[in-house]
């Protein structure tokens, strides 16, 4: 766990094909979808080797990570 309360396990990603790089990198969708393009959305993500962690965007048919918080 780090300051903020967060840990994670690097759960790679996926597409129609199946998931790979388990292990490697994590990445979390964001809620928030990219500019005016319905079909693309924030992540986050976090590489195993990299103490940093990024903002960026792809399209929705990916299968990444979700991160469920108790309100």
């Known amino acids: 766990m ?3 309360g967060f840990s994670a396990l690097p759960g790679g990603s996926g597409d129609s094909g199946g998931f790979g790089n388990v292990g490697d ?3 979390w969708w964001s809620a928030s979808e ?3 393009n319905r079909h ?3 992540f986050r993500g976090m590489y195993y080797n990299y103490e ?5 965007y792809h399209d929705k048919s990916l299968l990444f990570s979700v991160r469920c918080l108790l309100d």
């Open 40 to 42: 693309l959305a924030y």
């Open 52 to 56: 940093d962690a990024g903002w960026y």
């Open 34 to 36: 990219y500019g005016t």
């Open 2 to 4: 780090d300051a903020y």
């Open 25 to 27: 990198f994590g990445f």
